[in-house]
């Protein structure tokens, strides 16, 4: 579930502009060697002003992880297990687009010819969705009770007793269909017409997680396997992620716990999956995910292993429509690409808000190079709002590492 007042949906990104330079190996041991104290003192500062339990970062500059530690209740923090939220919509995007490549799908073809059941906007019901509006955000997919999809009955139970929601459990879950289509009975209980953006396909952007999870469906329908094996095989094995998965119980001993700050003080959650595969359900490392995140700096490439061609990596992030004068946290965007918020100032990046959890992957292209930052915490503001971990402590992180990463950059 993400927070849709503050951080709109997980995506927080803060533009720095950075003086242009090569960094060698001789500049990163020293730039490396002098600043520690300095992030250290800073981040140990932001974790106790915003009562955060953990916190694990890392900076990259071009294609090497040059620095990373934890910090708080996880002192071996690199091997700290957190959910990533949205930014698992970055996979499901990748997977998409290997299949894109291989001639498997198309971006431009109607979505119905690759699933079982019709999937057309009421409001415009002649106008095909295709793969390119559901990456791009611009299929008017939107509106979902996201609470009763996405979490399980355990979760929906210790949300119920311990920060005072009141969520009823779904029997039976209904399926994708179901939300779209209202094949339950009585037929129309989950499809509504609120359920879609009175705009037609194509024509206006609106963030949604039911598009993303309806990707990963597509993904299982033409590969005949599920979306988590093909990622597993085609994204995750060839990068090396060995501690990035779906299930908690893969990382027992590893996983940071989520935490939400009540008026009576710090709540301690449950750890939980999602069923949300396609938009949120991922958890990862930091190591981890910088190896993602540097694939994607660099055409596609990581080391030896090459998950996408370069001109799809450029089409990825290459605005699919603009959204000039769009602001959020005090920058703007430039457009949308496939699966990338693009912003102006070179940046790019992608962020995830879930109960107790709230993350950042970022970087930034300046002249012949890139430098980008990934960093996760475990406290969040999905379920009860933290004004103040998302007005301050979060922004205060992105700017925090991305001028150290300039800096670095710049030697």
Do not use: C
Request: charge should be negative; charged fraction near 15%.
């Amino acid at each position: 579930m993400e927070n849709n007042n503050k951080i709109i949906l997980g995506i927080v990104i803060v533009a720095v502009i950075a003086s242009s330079g090569f960094l060698t190996a001789f500049f990163i041991i020293q730039a490396l060697n002098q600043p520690q104290e300095t992030i250290d003192s800073r981040i140990s500062g932001l974790l106790s002003q915003a009562n955060v339990p953990s916190l694990s970062a890392g900076i990259i500059i071009n294609d090497t992880l040059v620095w990373s530690k934890g910090y708080g209740d996880q002192p071996d923090g690199l091997d700290t297990v957190y959910m990533i939220g949205s930014v698992t919509k970055m996979f499901t995007a990748t997977a998409i687009m290997q299949l894109y490549e291989n001639n498997t799908l198309e971006l431009d073809t109607d979505i119905n010819n690759y699933i079982p059941f019709s999937v057309r906007n009421p409001n415009y019901p002649s106008t095909e969705i295709t793969i390119r509006d559901l990456l791009s955000h611009t299929s008017g997919i939107s509106k979902i009770d996201t609470p009763l999809w996405s979490f399980d009955a355990d979760f929906l139970n210790w949300s119920n007793i311990n920060l005072g929601t009141n969520y009823t459990i779904w029997d039976p879950r209904p399926t994708l269909g179901d939300f779209l289509n209202g094949t339950l009975n009585p037929a129309g209980t989950y499809y509504k017409p609120g359920t879609w953006e009175n705009f037609a396909p194509g024509s206006n952007w609106q963030y949604s997680n039911l598009a993303y999870n309806l990707l990963a469906y597509i993904v299982e329908q033409v590969t005949n396997q599920t979306h988590k094996h093909f990622l597993q095989e085609n994204v995750l094995d060839p990068l090396g992620m060995n501690s990035t998965g779906f299930n908690y119980t893969d990382f027992t001993g590893r996983n940071a716990f989520p935490y939400e700050q009540e008026d009576t003080g710090m709540v301690k959650g449950i750890l939980y999956n999602l069923y949300d595969i396609g938009s949120g359900a991922l958890r990862s490392t930091i190591p981890d995910l910088a190896k993602f995140l540097i694939a994607h700096m660099n055409q596609g490439t990581n080391d030896n292993s090459q998950i996408l061609q370069p001109q799809t990596v450029n089409l990825m992030q290459t605005s699919q429509i603009s959204m000039s004068g769009n602001e959020l946290g005090g920058f703007y965007y430039t457009g949308y690409g496939l699966g990338w918020p693009l912003f102006t100032n070179s940046l790019i990046g992608h962020g995830g808000a879930l109960p107790g959890y709230l993350n950042q992957i970022a970087f930034k292209t300046v002249n012949n190079g890139t430098y980008g930052i990934v960093f996760s915490f475990n406290k969040g503001s999905s379920i009860v709002q933290d004004d103040y971990l998302l007005d301050t402590f979060f922004p205060s992180m992105v700017n925090l590492l991305f001028e150290e990463a300039a800096r670095l950059y710049s030697q």
